[in-house]
């Protein structure tokens, strides 16, 4: 409530401003919370349509890319996976935004660190997937997410795994395939 406070207050003096300077007359005090209002629905939803625009341009890159790889042209592989980058830079510039501007309350981070965060990154891969069952040979091994019969399919290295099926991520994300569990309890099973 703190924030969409302070948020209000601000935007509230900026009307006021803008009321001033382009030499409208002073908005009224029952006047001024549905600008304010206003101006923050606007805010979002510009941020909204920025974020749907960027959703679009990663699906057709995504799309292009598996055209790419089924015709074995690795030039355009490598363009488009720079593109699928920058746009997902965007995308997060713009979550972050949207996590500014929102009224709605901060994420519940669960009371885990960024120590805890780290920690479970570090904690070692290849160890994790033995505990699972899964034969770890030359940092290869069965892909856990889509679970095909190549012992060889899932290669891990500088503690991530890959897999031809798409599938990437650190530790923690592997637990979360594993166990079917949310981020923040990953985290913690890892500590
Ligand atoms: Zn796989």
Same mark, same amino acid.
């Given at each position: 409530?703190t924030?969409?406070?302070?948020m209000?207050?601000i935007?509230?003096?900026?009307?006021?401003?803008?009321?001033a300077e382009?030499n409208?007359p002073p908005?009224? =005090?029952t006047?001024i919370?549905?600008f304010?209002?206003?101006v923050?629905?606007? @805010? $979002?939803s510009?941020?909204?349509?920025q974020?749907d625009?960027?959703?679009d341009?990663?699906?057709?890159?995504n799309a292009?890319?598996d055209e790419a790889?089924e015709?074995?042209?690795l030039?355009?592989?490598?363009l488009?996976k720079?593109?699928?980058n920058e746009?997902k830079?965007?995308?997060?510039?713009?979550?972050?935004l949207l996590e500014?501007?929102?009224p709605?309350p901060?994420?519940?981070?669960?009371?885990i660190?960024d120590?805890?965060?780290?920690?479970a990154?570090? =904690?070692p891969?290849?160890?994790?997937l033995?505990q699972?069952?899964?034969?770890v @040979? $030359?940092?290869?091994?069965?892909c856990?997410?889509h679970?095909?019969k190549n012992?060889t399919?899932?290669?891990?290295?500088d503690?991530?795994g890959?897999?031809h099926c798409g599938?990437?991520?650190?530790?923690?994300?592997?637990?979360?395939?594993?166990e079917?569990?949310s981020f923040?309890e990953?985290?913690?099973r890892?500590?």
């Amino acid at each position: 409530m703190t924030d969409l406070y302070d948020m209000n207050h601000i935007t509230r003096q900026k009307v006021k401003e803008f009321a001033a300077e382009n030499n409208y007359p002073p908005p009224s =005090s029952t006047l001024i919370p549905i600008f304010v209002s206003l101006v923050t629905r606007h @805010k $979002l939803s510009i941020i909204m349509g920025q974020i749907d625009e960027t959703i679009d341009r990663l699906l057709v890159l995504n799309a292009r890319l598996d055209e790419a790889v089924e015709e074995s042209n690795l030039v355009a592989v490598v363009l488009i996976k720079d593109r699928l980058n920058e746009e997902k830079a965007k995308l997060r510039v713009y979550e972050r935004l949207l996590e500014k501007e929102s009224p709605m309350p901060k994420k519940e981070t669960n009371g885990i660190t960024d120590e805890m965060i780290e920690r479970a990154k570090d =904690s070692p891969m290849e160890e994790l997937l033995e505990q699972y069952g899964y034969q770890v @040979k $030359l940092h290869r091994t069965h892909c856990p997410a889509h679970g095909g019969k190549n012992p060889t399919s899932f290669s891990i290295k500088d503690n991530r795994g890959v897999c031809h099926c798409g599938w990437r991520g650190d530790t923690i994300a592997l637990l979360m395939e594993l166990e079917k569990c949310s981020f923040v309890e990953a985290v913690k099973r890892l500590q």
